[in-house]
C-alpha cells in the first residue's frame, strides 16, 4: 500500500555567505512538471483517468491528492493526450532578509588534560579540547515574507462543485500590525478583533497577526493563443506541487561527546567534532506533496515520492554587503 502523507517531501538549496552579513532581497522559486511528462496528461487528466478509474493499483496512492471520492464527481475537462502537464506549475516570489550570528562556543570548566582523561577512564585522551559542557549560541535571524504566487491550481473547488476537492496547499503570509499610531504597546501578535464578535463595538480596532493563506494570486488575459480561458475560475484546474516554504540559516557544527560511564565530556575539535564561524549556509528548503509508497497501515508515514515528477529552480537577489555566492543542491562544508 501507499499513503499520502502531509509531511512533505524537502527539496533543498543552499547558499554559502560569509558571517554577520545583512542581506535583504528577492527570492525566486519555480517548480513545473517534468519535461519527461510532456508527452503524458496533466497531473488531474492523469489521476482522474487513471488512479481514481481504477485503471491503476488505488491502494498505492491510497490518499488522493486532489480530494474527492469518487471518479464519477471528478469533472471531466478534456485535456487528455494534448500536452498539457506545462499547466502543473508553481511559481514564488519572497522577500527575504537577515543573517546569521556567529561566535565562538561557551566552554563550562577547563579543558582537560591527558592525564585527567587516562585516570577517568575516558577513551579519547586527546589534550585540551574536552570540556563539562559546551553551548553554542550562534543565532538565525533569517525571515522571509510571500509576495506573490502564481499557479493554474485554484479553481478545484469551483471546477467540481464541492470545497471537498483541494487541488492546491495554501501558503500563508504572516502580517503583525499594530492599532495605535506612534510608538506602539499593542501586542501585535494576538489573533486580530472579529467586528462581528464585537457587535460592532471595536470598528477601528485593527491590530494583531493577520494571515493570509494564498493559493494564487495574478490575473490571465484570454487575447494570448489557446484554447482554454484561464480568467475562467473552473478552468484552473491544474497541479501546483509546493506544500510550503521555509528560508532559515544553519552552521557547520558537530558538538562530540563521550562518557566514562557516569561522566560526559564535550569537544567541537576531536573525534570528528568542528565548529565553523567563517560562514554560514542560507537554507530554502521547498516542500512538495507527496506520498509514502512503502507504508503500512499503522506505521508512521513520511513522504518519499512525488506524485509527479518535477524540475525546481530558484533564483536569490541579495542586496547588501554579500556580492556574491555559491548556490548548491547539497550543504557547503568549506
Same mark, same amino acid.
Given at each position: 500500500?501507499?499513503?499520502? @502523507?502531509?509531511?512533505?517531501?524537502?527539496?533543498?538549496?543552499? =547558499?554559502?555567505?560569509?558571517?554577520?552579513?545583512?542581506?535583504?532581497?528577492?527570492?525566486? /522559486?519555480?517548480?513545473?512538471?517534468?519535461?519527461? #511528462?510532456?508527452?503524458?496528461?496533466?497531473?488531474? !487528466? +492523469?489521476?482522474?483517468?487513471?488512479?481514481?478509474?481504477?485503471?491503476?493499483?488505488?491502494?498505492?496512492?491510497?490518499?488522493?491528492?486532489?480530494?474527492?471520492?469518487?471518479?464519477?464527481?471528478?469533472?471531466?475537462?478534456?485535456?487528455?493526450?494534448?500536452?498539457?502537464?506545462?499547466?502543473?506549475?508553481? *511559481?514564488?516570489?519572497?522577500?527575504?532578509?537577515?543573517?546569521?550570528?556567529? $561566535?565562538?562556543?561557551?566552554?563550562?570548566? %577547563?579543558?582537560? +588534560?591527558?592525564?585527567?582523561?587516562?585516570?577517568?577512564?575516558?577513551?579519547?585522551?586527546?589534550?585540551?579540547?574536552?570540556?563539562?559542557?559546551?553551548?553554542?549560541? *550562534?543565532?538565525?535571524? =533569517?525571515?522571509?515574507?510571500?509576495?506573490? &504566487?502564481?499557479?493554474?491550481?485554484?479553481?478545484?473547488?469551483?471546477?467540481? %462543485?464541492?470545497?471537498?476537492?483541494?487541488?492546491?496547499?495554501?501558503?500563508?503570509?504572516?502580517?503583525?500590525?499594530?492599532?495605535?499610531?506612534?510608538? @506602539?504597546?499593542?501586542?501585535?501578535?494576538?489573533?486580530?478583533?472579529?467586528?462581528?464578535?464585537?457587535?460592532? !463595538?471595536?470598528?477601528?480596532?485593527?491590530?494583531?497577526?493577520?494571515?493570509?493563506? /494564498?493559493?494564487? *494570486?495574478?490575473?490571465?488575459? +484570454?487575447?494570448?493563443?489557446?484554447?482554454?480561458?484561464? %480568467?475562467?475560475?473552473? @478552468?484552473?484546474?491544474?497541479?501546483?506541487?509546493?506544500?510550503?516554504? !521555509?528560508?532559515?540559516?544553519?552552521?557547520?557544527? #558537530?558538538?562530540? %561527546?563521550?562518557?566514562?560511564?557516569?561522566?560526559?565530556?564535550?569537544?567541537?575539535?576531536?573525534?570528528?567534532?568542528?565548529?565553523?564561524?567563517?560562514?554560514?549556509?542560507?537554507?530554502?528548503?521547498?516542500?512538495?506533496?507527496?506520498?509514502?509508497?512503502?507504508?503500512?497501515?499503522?506505521?508512521?508515514? $513520511?513522504?518519499?515520492?512525488?506524485?509527479?515528477? @518535477? &524540475?525546481?529552480?530558484?533564483?536569490? $537577489?541579495?542586496?547588501? !554587503?554579500?556580492?556574491?555566492?555559491?548556490?548548491?543542491?547539497?550543504?557547503?562544508?568549506?
Amino acid at each position: 500500500m501507499g499513503l499520502y @502523507s502531509a509531511t512533505p517531501i524537502s527539496i533543498k538549496k543552499y =547558499i554559502k555567505i560569509p558571517a554577520r552579513r545583512l542581506i535583504s532581497g528577492f527570492l525566486h /522559486i519555480n517548480v513545473v512538471n517534468h519535461s519527461d #511528462n510532456d508527452n503524458k496528461k496533466d497531473a488531474y !487528466e +492523469n489521476y482522474r483517468t487513471n488512479y481514481v478509474a481504477g485503471n491503476l493499483e488505488l491502494d498505492q496512492y491510497s490518499a488522493e491528492p486532489f480530494g474527492g471520492t469518487s471518479s464519477g464527481s471528478f469533472a471531466d475537462v478534456s485535456r487528455s493526450s494534448k500536452k498539457l502537464s506545462f499547466g502543473d506549475q508553481d *511559481c514564488l516570489l519572497y522577500w527575504v532578509s537577515g543573517g546569521m550570528s556567529l $561566535q565562538n562556543p561557551i566552554f563550562t570548566g %577547563s579543558a582537560k +588534560n591527558s592525564l585527567e582523561l587516562v585516570v577517568g577512564g575516558y577513551g579519547d585522551t586527546t589534550s585540551g579540547v574536552w570540556y563539562e559542557g559546551i553551548t553554542d549560541y *550562534c543565532q538565525n535571524f =533569517i525571515k522571509y515574507d510571500l509576495i506573490s &504566487r502564481m499557479n493554474y491550481g485554484y479553481g478545484h473547488g469551483a471546477l467540481n %462543485s464541492s470545497e471537498d476537492f483541494k487541488g492546491t496547499v495554501a501558503i500563508t503570509k504572516n502580517e503583525f500590525r499594530s492599532d495605535e499610531t506612534g510608538v @506602539s504597546g499593542h501586542d501585535s501578535t494576538v489573533t486580530p478583533p472579529d467586528y462581528d464578535t464585537t457587535g460592532g !463595538e471595536s470598528p477601528n480596532a485593527h491590530g494583531g497577526n493577520f494571515q493570509k493563506h /494564498i493559493v494564487s *494570486c495574478g490575473s490571465y488575459s +484570454n487575447s494570448g493563443d489557446g484554447p482554454i480561458n484561464f %480568467s475562467t475560475g473552473s @478552468s484552473n484546474s491544474f497541479w501546483p506541487p509546493v506544500q510550503d516554504v !521555509e528560508v532559515y540559516g544553519t552552521h557547520r557544527l #558537530n558538538k562530540r %561527546s563521550q562518557t566514562n560511564g557516569s561522566t560526559s565530556l564535550y569537544s567541537i575539535s576531536s573525534s570528528g567534532g568542528y565548529h565553523l564561524t567563517d560562514f554560514w549556509n542560507l537554507v530554502i528548503d521547498i516542500k512538495m506533496r507527496g506520498y509514502d509508497d512503502g507504508w503500512t497501515s499503522g506505521s508512521p508515514s $513520511q513522504a518519499d515520492t512525488e506524485w509527479y515528477k @518535477s &524540475r525546481t529552480n530558484i533564483f536569490f $537577489q541579495p542586496f547588501g !554587503e554579500t556580492a556574491s555566492f555559491d548556490i548548491s543542491d547539497s550543504e557547503h562544508t568549506s
